[in-house]
């Protein structure tokens, strides 16, 4: 509530040229009274807070120009006020709450639940996946629902395989934010639990992790797919922020050592032209096939390097390192300029260039940004122009649809620029990673016109994925009237709604000097100084 509202007598039409100076004195009394009440409750209720959030209040909470009022309906919000997506995430929770409740996802169209292999027999990944952002929203209520059923509810003993990666940024990554956010030990207890469950993955010759493990027997196998068995980049390398944090709650220094030796793993090998490629045999400890990619399969490795750096409060060195370097062979390697002048990240296969963009891609203008001002010879100015251009090739891959939303993967060969040509690379599944984008780039540079795409993005999400049931992702962007996959996936709730929020909050609201966001958009604190010691004992 402003202040303002709590004063007997606020500034009215009629009192319009009262100064504060024609108050009387027992009207000076009052004030004075009241206010001095408001601040002594302000610091009451630090008093009476969980102990982690004691530790963050005055980091966290946010600032005044932020209403509270953000549940009353959809508008349009000007700068710093009101942000659009609380009641987009209000309609995506009660639907899914009514229709799907304990099922990994909800699908909109059948109101009923739907699960992907990638979680096994593991249920409930929505509402692991949605309890910081219900708890950021301050919808307190379904945040209590949602805990409760965490606490009744979700078993990791079970005859599950599920992929290391998405139990690990989604489910790990959940309970930790929840953990670090709420205070509530369920959630420490429960994802160090589940933590122990993931350690048998690291069980090869090298240490790198498989890709699939059952969660009962512990043993574990790559897809069949993956380049001669081997396991993926963007999914070995992206457990560092939440397996440090695994230690720093535990006290069990087996956590960080399984990442770092992943690092030395990588230390070891011949990187062509600086790239990582996406395959690397797990028995072999060799690369498989030489393809690069700064979208899906290798995507959050680089945002995790950056951010293992950022997280560890600027100690991690040999992770700054890493990340400038293989930045700089990205831009060398596969950025190009289009002959209309978008700025693009191509994919690289064996030295040749394929010259697509994938939604995934997306993330790394808000990846660039974030780094910017750390990197080497004074590369702050460019770095930031380079994500402000992705940020714009990004946009025009929304702008160039008949819904504004962006398909899949977009090219820029025979004749297009940024327009997907394949018929499988037309749908959006309501992806996060632009937005993402342009809520780094909006924080960064407070450039107006970042809100403004924001907004084109919410208004197409109301157009054409919001169904009675929940909002659904589209399978063709280019196409008139929208043909749903029935599909409300989890991350719509844990970034998509989040980074929109964001977007449209004030800079102190989780702010980038003490948070941290892991690939699924939790929040993760920045480890300070003092307690790295796990981490510097290992190198
Ligand atoms: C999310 O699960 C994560 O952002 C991951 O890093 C990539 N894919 C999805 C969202 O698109």
Redesign the pocket.
Known sequence: MPVASLLPFTATPNRKSASPTSFRLTEKFILLLVFSGFITLCFGAIFFLPDSSKLLSGVFFRSSSVEAETRAGMHRPERGKSPPSPPMMQFSWDNYKRYAWGSNELRPISKQGHSSNLFGSLKGATIVDALDTLYIMEMYDEFEAATEWVESNLDFNMNAEISVF?VN??FVGGLLSAYYLSGKEVFRRKAVELGEKLLPAFKTPTGIPWALLNLKSGIGRNWPWASGGSSIL?EYG?LHLEFMHLSELSGRPDFAEKVMNIRKVLNRLDKPQGLYPNYLNPNSGQWGQHHVSVGGLG??FYEYLLKAWLMSDKTDEEGKKLYYDALQAIEKNLIRKSSGGLTYIAEWKGGLLEHKMG??TC?AGGMIALGADGGPDDKTGHQMELAAEIARTCHESYARTSMKLGPEAFRFDGGVEAIATRQNEKYF?L???VIETYMYMWRFTHDPKYRQWGWEAVQALEKYCRVEGGYSGVRDVYANTPNHDDVQ?S?YLA?TLKYLYLLFSDDDHLPFEHWVFN???HPLPVIKKQNVEIANHLK
Do not use: G, N
């Open positions: 998405e940024i989604r963007a992206t995507d959050s939604h995934l993330f599944i992806r996060p990673e996936q991350f970034e690939t699924e958009a």
